[in-house]
């Protein structure tokens, strides 16, 4: 009788051991730079949800932003020892890793529409340059879109010798940083959570990014004029551990997979509609003047700012520069 006891209850606590272990849900860590309510955190929020559901909670997402656990470099390091193993960096931010061909996104006036940036995001270029990231140890699954980019300054901004002297914050990305020089700027790279205390405090005098960006982190708060330039684009690679990935029951694989496609494209649906509610929001805010460019202002923008792209051929590569503009070609701009 004893023994038939001792048996039952060793036989009960493996079962509940058993279920608890078949339980225990695969965790990913997703950790990024941006406020919650951006194109970015968004499409972070309705990812969780969409992988938690189809996995039946055999998946469990974490979401870290604002830079709660790591800041730009340190996430990417993060990611690639495991600590982590989910981000979306921006694309200005893979040069560091040695994959220098995700700057191609950040040359000025490269995507003369959306419908041209996601020919490129959604097929064979974009493709091929997250196959680019395997070696790294990272798996790409997907661009997020988020938007073309204003400059910020204390001083109104019209013209491109507006920019003489300034010194002006960049993502880690050797093209922004031509591009910033040939403004006849000083870029200066900071990682995204210490810049609205760099302009608060004047260790850089102004910045660019996305109106999304911009507001979520208050910034039009220390920048009394934003520039609607839309001089260049930014946007995201979601990436993952490749190992982590490669290491997931197949089932698990496609549904996420399969989650990650939902997210991206509500992603890139809301991302403008987000922009231009965030540029409402900062006129609205009376803290910053916005300056709308004349057709003339915005054609020395251009002119002044076209030439990195020529320049900058022997980082990125010429015929992956040609393949881009191609695809605008096809849609019909020269
Ligand atoms: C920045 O550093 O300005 C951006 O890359 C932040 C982001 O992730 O959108």
Redesign the pocket.
Known sequence: MKIKSVLFSLLAASLVSGAAFAQAPIVIKFS???AGD?P?GKAAERFKELAEKATHGRVKVELYPNSTLYK?KEELEALQLGAVQML???L??FGPLGVKEFEVFDLPYIFPSKDVLYAVTEGPIGKSLLKKLEPKGITGLAFWD?GFKVMSANKPIHLPTDMKGLKL???SSKVLDAQMRALGANPQV???SE?YQALQTGVVDG????P??LYTQKMHEVQKYVAVTRHGY?G?AVIVNKKFWDGLPADIRGELEGAMKSATQYANAIAQQENDKALEEVKKSGKTTVITLTPKEQEAWRQALKPVQKQMEGRIGKDLIDSVNKEAAKLGFK
């Open positions: 990024h730079v941006v951006t970015k730009d979306a960096p921006s200005a931010k988020n914050r960049i993502q900071l990682a995204f810049v910045t660019e990014n996305p999304s960006n930014l995201y």
